[in-house]
């Protein structure tokens, strides 16, 4: 009994906590390449800035189309030789994978391989971070026409790149 009234009491006191953790972060929405001012102000108030960054799946897309472009770099240079740049910039995208997927396959390249190689578990871990990053946002409301944009102790600010706009003097009283 006395255990029980212990764990409830502790319990009641680590939501509190998560309650006033959460009440002195400021959620910011951005994309990268996006500049944030005001983070030495807001810290200095005892505040903490979470970062969401929405373009993350485009940013990890990027990354793994490079890896793929420089681990396939040889067949790559081998079709471009065979079919020539000018036939290749006329085709869509999805023709000149094609092109490369079977080309890979006469040579006797095995994709299966080749795609375990490129994406790594962190690779996987990331994209799954982004997507969490997105539907975080999506439940929050924000899209990236409004980006940067804030959220601090419920309100939302768009189109705010200076963390100190979401709190006045009055906001915050944190010792």
């Known amino acids: 009994?006395?255990?029980?009234?212990?764990?409830s009491i502790a319990l009641l006191f680590l939501l509190s906590l998560q309650t006033v953790l959460a009440d002195n972060t400021i959620d910011v929405f951005l994309t990268h390449g996006m500049k944030i001012t005001g983070i030495d102000e807001a810290q200095n108030k005892g505040l903490s800035i979470s970062y969401h960054?929405?373009?993350?799946?485009?940013?990890?897309?990027q990354r793994m189309s490079k890896k793929a472009?420089?681990?396939?770099?040889?067949e790559i240079k081998n079709i471009v030789d065979q079919v020539g740049l000018k036939k290749l910039s006329t085709m869509t995208d999805f023709e000149r994978n094609q092109l490369l997927l079977k080309h890979m396959k006469s040579v006797g390249v095995d994709l299966e391989q080749i795609r375990h190689s490129l994406v790594t578990p962190q690779d996987r871990d990331d994209i799954n971070q982004a997507l969490q990053v997105l539907v975080y946002a999506n439940e929050q409301g924000i899209t990236k026409a409004m980006l940067p944009a804030l959220?601090?102790?419920?309100?939302?600010?768009?189109?705010?790149?200076d963390v100190t706009k979401a709190f006045t003097k009055e906001d915050v009283t944190h010792e």
């Open 53 to 61: 960054y929405l373009d993350g799946v485009e940013q990890i897309e």
């Open 69 to 74: 472009t420089q681990k396939l770099k040889q």
């Open 151 to 161: 959220i601090f102790r419920g309100h939302l600010l768009k189109n705010t790149d």
């Open 1 to 7: 009994m006395i255990i029980a009234k212990h764990l």
